[in-house]
């Protein structure tokens, strides 16, 4: 449907197996840092945001997409996720001049979410909306059940 399963990668650019790779590893490498660093919130937190930082500069860098928007996708969906960590890392460092400036951060990491979930919406929908074009233009056509109009 997007050219390629591997997030509409190019086959043929070696490159797109890797971000695939990257997006696999993302969680492992999540789960390790989280259950490894279990005393040290500092380390957990910087490998998350290596984590992170690693997958985003991947999406920007990457010239391997044949769909801009998949690419478009995932180097927001890191820029907002690195932001939402460097919140949290700020929240947790206490080092807030007042408590105001705490919960003024705290909804600003409430907002990130709330941005990364529409984002998701959005591009939920967007795939929706191809499959259903390629559906439609790949399987009830051609089979006659809507035919042309001329």
């Given at each position: 449907m997007?050219?390629?399963?591997?997030?509409?990668?190019n086959p043929y650019k070696p490159l797109s197996y890797g971000f695939g790779a990257t997006i696999f590893f993302l969680p492992l490498l999540?789960?390790?840092v989280?259950?490894?660093?279990?005393?040290?919130y500092p380390w957990q937190l910087t490998g998350l945001l290596l984590g992170f930082l690693l997958l985003t500069s991947y999406a920007i860098a990457a010239n391997s997409f044949d769909n801009k928007i998949l690419k478009?996708?995932?180097?927001?969906l890191g820029i907002l996720t690195l932001g939402y960590?460097?919140?949290?890392?700020?929240i947790g460092s206490n080092r807030a001049l007042s408590t105001y400036d705490q919960w003024n951060t705290g909804y600003l990491g409430i907002g990130?979410?709330?941005a990364m979930i529409l984002?998701?919406?959005?591009?939920?929908?967007?795939?929706?909306?191809?499959l259903a074009g390629h559906i439609f233009s790949n399987i009830f056509r051609p089979h006659g059940i809507f035919p042309k109009l001329n």
């Open positions: 997007l050219s390629d399963p591997l997030w509409g990668g999540a789960g390790f989280l259950s490894y660093f279990t005393r040290t478009y996708f995932w180097a927001g960590l460097l919140v949290h890392a700020g990130l979410i709330y984002a998701a919406a959005i591009f939920s929908g967007y795939l929706l909306y191809k």
